[in-house]
């Protein structure tokens, strides 16, 4: 047997690693994920499709849109086919945390990604942008994952939700870089170029996935550990099958004949084993987050919220357009989203570390900042004064993006350390297939009911009080931090190798193991 404290022995951290090092690299690098989105949305790199006036004289088309004669069916489905990716490969690098390095899953994930970026550089039809498009998607899922747990396991236990912030400005930031770096790469050059601008980006941190000494996150066994495992049990299924040779009674030298034999017949049932023990286990780890009372509340009121979100941010420039008559709608809805998101994240952060950062105050915060941001939207469309609703949207906004870190605050610690990969893959896979993905077709089939902007924007910003609801719900749970359960680490699938070591190379510290 291996010694239990052969699992349990921290590895001593890479020398490249600093805590400060590492969120500088996932900052940086969850900001090119967020200029590619906002590159892709931007009019240098979308574009517009070929336009013709009353006389027949046409104006050809630009970017991606006017070079592939696009409709605007098709030119939707480029910026949302990212999604398709990342939902379905969320879950899987989550499970597969638990067999794989997450470190090295993260490089996997950064590599296709910037293969995939690439072949959006080089595409020749739309089809085939469509398919680089959802590859982004898959690249994109290992980091959203695991990027998380690795901040909050190198963060200081003072700061971990200023930090999880810090990480999660990026992603209004680097779609207003997206926006400008898009608009003019695209505009003086061509939209080719910014994607190979953002796949050279990524490269260097997509060899570092692999190159550098892999980090260890908590709750999950080192590799070292998972080969030695491997090895002894190597070891003891030739034994066993030695002995099953003799007590057949059809005794071969060494038991080769009936090990051979057995080669070629269970090779197949073991790779099947094998996926159906992965399929199995992340079955049970999917029972656990389920019935997780903080867990589901936590996510419930995140789908609540960013059902509006998603909906501000697609028919907010074009109802504030109807309602006030804006001239430069998309201007001022960039404009305060950017600020108010970054102001607002970083604040939510330092806020819930200043009150004590608990799964209860986490709540406290979420409810409190959701009710009081959904009055100042509520009351900023109703004021008929553009004025006064741009200041009173603007405090709103500020505080409902003060959620971003308490909520995926409760997401990583309300769950054991070896659950967080597959808590945040299932509340993002969450958010996005009942919250931002329905949300703009419902609000355009509300908006084509009653022809109103004003009442269905109101009626939209009334669901954030739904969600604040539901986070306030959350404060009187019985919650318990289980960041710090189960220091043992997760054990690792039985992968037994039937390869035959009886040709006397069987290496002297497992025979003493």
């Known amino acids: 047997m291996v010694p239990p404290s052969s699992s349990m022995d921290p590895s001593p951290p890479p020398s490249w690693f600093t805590p400060k ?41 630009s970017g991606i849109q006017g070079e592939f004669d696009l409709t605007n069916f098709q030119d939707g489905l480029l910026s949302s086919a990212f999604m398709v990716g990342l939902l379905v490969a969320s879950p899987i690098f989550a499970s597969l945390a638990k067999s794989y390095n997450p470190f090295r899953l993260i490089g996997v994930g950064l590599s296709v990604w910037t293969l995939s970026v690439a072949g959006c550089a080089s595409a020749f039809s739309f089809w085939f942008i469509a398919i680089c498009r959802m590859l982004v998607g898959v690249g994109e899922a290992s980091f959203i994952s695991l990027a998380a747990p690795f901040i909050d396991d190198n963060a200081p236990v003072s700061q971990k939700t200023a930090w ?64 030695a495992l491997a090895s002894v049990e190597t070891v003891s299924s030739v034994t066993d099958d030695s002995k099953a040779s003799k007590l057949d009674g059809r005794m071969l030298v060494g038991g080769d004949g009936i090990i051979g ?18 399929l199995s286990r992340f079955a049970k780890d999917m029972k656990v987050l389920l019935v997780d009372k903080v867990y589901v509340v936590n996510v419930f009121g995140y789908i609540a919220y960013n059902f509006v979100i998603g909906a501000y941010s697609y028919w907010g ?17 960039g404009g305060v989203t950017i600020v108010c998101g970054i102001l607002g994240t970083i604040s939510g952060g330092f806020i819930l570390d200043r009150m004590g950062a608990t799964i209860s105050n986490a709540f406290i915060l979420l409810s409190g900042a959701t009710f009081l941001g959904a ?36 997401c990583l610690h309300c769950v054991r350390p070896s659950l967080r990969p597959l808590s945040m893959a299932i509340s993002t896979v969450s958010i996005h297939i009942f919250g931002d993905v329905p949300s703009s077709p419902l609000v355009g089939i509300l908006q084509d009911h009653i022809n109103n902007w004003r009442d269905t924007a109101l009626i939209l910003t009334s669901i954030l009080f739904l969600a604040a609801g539901i986070w306030f719900i959350g404060v009187f749970l019985h919650a318990v931090d289980k960041s710090n359960d189960g220091s043992q680490p997760v054990s690792t699938p039985r992968i037994t190798s039937r390869k035959p070591l009886l040709d006397g190379n069987v290496d002297e510290s497992l025979c003493e193991v």
């Open 21 to 61: 090092r590492l969120l500088i690299i996932f900052c940086v690098i969850n900001m090119i994920n967020y200029v590619d989105r906002g590159a892709i949305a931007s009019n240098g790199v979308n574009g517009s499709s070929e336009t013709c006036d009353d006389k027949g004289i046409c104006k050809s088309g």
């Open 261 to 278: 034999d057995k080669l070629s017949k269970t090779s197949k049932s073991e790779s099947i084993h094998n996926i159906l023990n992965q």
């Open 317 to 333: 420039p074009k109802a504030g357009y109807n309602i006030y008559h804006m001239k430069s709608a998309d201007m001022l809805f």
């Open 164 to 227: 999880l912030a810090m990480f999660y400005m990026c992603i209004p930031t680097g779609i207003a870089v997206g926006y400008v770096y898009g608009g003019y790469v695209g505009g003086h050059f061509h939209w080719r170029y910014a994607f190979w601008g953002e796949a050279l980006l990524m490269l260097p941190f997509a060899v570092f996935g692999f190159l550098v000494k892999p980090l260890q996150l908590k709750g999950f066994s080192p590799v070292e550990s998972k080969k």
């Open 375 to 410: 009055i100042s939207c509520f009351s900023a469309f109703c004021l008929r004064s553009l004025y006064g609703f741009i200041v009173l949207f603007a405090v709103g906004e500020l505080l409902v993006f003060a959620t971003q870190a308490p909520v995926n605050y409760v």
